[in-house]
């Protein structure tokens, strides 16, 4: 399974974007998927999950608000609505997914896609 990340660009500081990503193949494997991201210099960090079951979505608390992750598991693909974007939120942001039903880990990665905020 592959993960294809798409959306990213440059934007204005206050604008928005929306980044997707579409699993390669329809499986009933994947339980979890999220949004990452790494910044210049910095660790890659959590964004945003969202479980399959329930459609549950949970988020990095300094994004809460101004995030949304959503999901269509007909097309494999999650989406990550962000709005009020501030130059912080300039980084690479990839895409993941968890195969393990119950652990909190992600075993698939996507190529990444990068967001630029200017001020």
């Known amino acids: 399974v592959q993960l294809q990340a798409s959306g990213g660009g440059l934007v204005q500081a206050g604008g928005s974007l929306r980044l997707s990503c579409t699993a390669s193949e329809r499986t009933f494997r994947i339980y979890r998927m999220a949004w990452f991201r790494q910044a210049p210099g910095k660790e890659r960090e959590f964004v945003a999950g969202?479980?399959?079951?329930?459609?549950?979505?949970f988020y990095k608390d300094s994004v809460k608000g101004r995030v949304t992750i959503s999901g269509e598991k007909d097309k494999n693909t999650i989406y990550l609505q962000m709005n009020d974007l501030k130059p912080e939120d300039t980084a690479v942001y990839f895409c993941?997914?968890?195969?393990?039903?119950?652990?909190?880990?992600?075993?698939?990665w996507g190529q990444g896609t990068l967001v630029t905020v200017s001020s």
């Open positions: 969202f479980l399959w079951a329930g459609s549950l979505p």
């Open positions: 993941a997914a968890g195969t393990h039903p119950t652990r909190a880990e992600y075993q698939l």
